[in-house]
């Protein structure tokens, strides 16, 4: 069984099928700064392997790093189900993860952290992708990135994690991602990465509180839900095209990651610009 002292991180790989191994680079440490300390400590960190359908926990520690396990996840034989989302409770008991391919919709999985055996799984929307826990693990937020079909508004699934049961399905934007609930546990973030917007949700009332757009020279907060309209079309290309939205430590800023332009966006969360 494992330390439940042990902290868990996560990761996300999509890792080839090939047996071959690449070579990699080594590290060396610039001219006058110090090498990093060896570490003291154990960390265990999940990875998803999106094109094999494995979850592998890695163990980090002064020993170097070594696989722990290997656990497979999905229901299709002939197909991928392409992990994508991988998260896990602040109190170590459980994690959980999103497979984006489903028939015709994906799942989010609980697995107990003791084990790495699956406890229960939910249906959400079209591939769903980036997942977080709110900070008591109540609630599981999944972005259903929907790759399918046309540019329309998605959805953002909010699943109660205790029974395994979508309590709400949020439309949000088209092809949203990068899910990040704020610290204090109030506000959930995520960007459309077909309208150039981050979108906030009240997580009290799961609903859409506010929306931003991050098009570049006309950046600007605006109150409630967008507008729901069909991708890019409606505002022409994205400038931005944002993947990501993080909240600071404090929460006092969202930071989203604009993939077409190569730029940070930072958000003052008080002031909404």
């Not at 430590?249 to 940070?264: L, P, T």
Request: hydrophobic share 40%; charged share 20%.
């Amino acid at each position: 069984m494992l330390r439940r002292s042990v902290p868990f991180l996560f990761a996300r790989a999509a890792c080839s099928t090939s047996p071959r191994a690449e070579s990699q680079p080594s590290l060396s440490v610039p001219p006058g700064e110090r090498a990093a300390a060896p570490a003291d400590r154990d960390y265990l960190v999940y990875v998803a392997s999106e094109a094999t359908d494995k979850i592998t926990l890695v163990r980090f520690g002064p020993a170097g790093a070594r696989v722990e396990r290997v656990t497979p996840i999905g229901i299709m034989l002939a197909d991928p189900d392409g992990p994508h989302g991988i998260t896990v409770a602040r109190d170590g008991r459980h994690w959980y993860a999103t497979t984006a391919h489903g028939a015709p919709f994906g799942y989010l999985w609980k697995f107990a952290t003791d084990t790495d055996t699956p406890i229960a799984k939910v249906a959400l929307g079209n591939f769903p992708a980036t997942a977080q826990l709110t900070p008591n693990g109540a609630l599981a937020f999944v972005a259903n990135f929907n790759l399918h079909g046309e540019m329309v508004p998605s959805s953002i699934s909010v699943v109660a994690t205790d029974e395994m049961v979508e309590v709400a399905r949020i439309t949000t934007c088209t092809m949203p991602h990068g899910s990040r609930v704020n610290p204090q546990g109030t506000r959930h973030y995520s960007a459309c990465m077909m309208d150039d917007m981050l979108v906030e949700i009240d997580v009290g009332t799961l609903a859409v509180s506010r929306h931003f757009m991050l098009g570049r020279g006309s950046e600007h907060g605006m109150e409630g839900p967008p507008r729901q309209h069909t991708g890019s079309s409606h505002h022409g290309d994205p400038t931005c095209s944002p993947t990501w939205a993080q909240p600071s430590a404090n929460g006092k800023q969202i930071f989203v990651a604009c993939n077409k332009s190569d730029e940070i966006v930072e958000v003052d969360a008080e002031r909404w610009a």
